[in-house]
């Protein structure tokens, strides 16, 4: 029902900005959405999430470096990433699901194929 897409990743040295972008297609009303990224040898963690009314929520890790919106008009899902750190390098992805308010369908059933965001020091 839903196919999602990235862009946006690239190479960035410590302190610089990266905005991912993720485009929905499909039955796009109602989602809660994600961000997740995983590096090699660590376990996948969400670092951001919007529900379907816009609450959002952070990973203590990025809070107050990054920031989810949407652009609802354009079906878009943004991360703005600043001040970026070595350790933020990982595959990131976008996630969706249906919702209500705050309720969100979990785990989400609807995946991106990623994009890559490197950081060097």
Do not use: H
Request: proline share 2%.
């Amino acid at each position: 029902q839903v196919q999602l897409v990235e862009s946006g990743g690239g190479s960035v040295q410590a302190g610089g900005s990266l905005r991912l972008s993720c485009a929905a297609y499909g039955y796009t009303s109602n989602l809660c959405m994600g961000w997740f990224r995983q590096a090699p040898g660590k376990e996948r963690e969400e670092v951001a999430s919007i529900d379907s009314v816009g609450t959002t929520s952070y990973a203590d890790s990025v809070k107050g470096r990054f920031t989810i919106s949407q652009d609802n008009a354009k079906n878009t899902l943004y991360l703005q990433m600043i001040r970026l750190k070595p350790e933020d390098t990982a595959m990131y992805y976008c996630a969706a699901d249906f919702g209500t308010g705050s309720y969100c369908y979990s785990p989400y059933r609807y995946w991106g194929q990623g994009t890559q965001v490197t950081v060097s020091s």
